[in-house]
Nanobody, 124 residues
Framework: QVQVIESGGGLVQAGDSLRLSCAAS????????MAWFRQAPGKERVFVAG???????PSYANAVEGRFTISRDNANTVALQMNNLQPEDTAVYYC??????????????????WGKGTQVTVSL
């Protein structure tokens, strides 16, 4: 079982930036497709951004396109740079690992391992 650990959440004001990091344990010679999801209070967990296994091609939800950037720091460590944060970005952010597929899928059911989440709160 791959262990996933997120870090970097916090409380910021609208317009500020945050950088989240995610580290997945496992074989260092294996790259995984990885993604970020978020869940606001009373809402479903939704896809935010993902990066594929082979080419590091990023995918983004419409709500964050142009403001958030996902990148791979090494084989199984990814970061999510979040700029121009808005109150509607407030949520618990989860990192997820897909050990089986090469490409990014946006459904939660495609991902095998999840972190415990990190809170991001954006105030006006």
């Amino acid at each position: 079982q791959v262990q996933v650990i997120e870090s970097g959440g916090g409380l910021v004001q609208a317009g500020d930036s945050l950088r989240l990091s995610c580290a997945a344990s496992g074989r260092t010679d294996t790259r995984y497709t990885m993604a970020w999801f978020r869940q606001a209070p009373g809402k479903e967990r939704v896809f935010v951004a993902g990066i594929d296994q082979i080419r590091d091609m990023p995918s983004y939800a419409n709500a964050v396109e142009g403001r958030f950037t996902i990148s791979r720091d090494n084989a199984n460590t990814v970061a999510l740079q979040m700029n121009n944060l808005q109150p509607e970005d407030t949520a618990v952010y989860y990192c997820a690992v897909d050990q089986r597929r090469r490409y990014v899928y946006t459904g939660t059911g495609y991902y095998d391992s999840w972190g415990k989440g990190t809170q991001v709160t954006v105030s006006l």
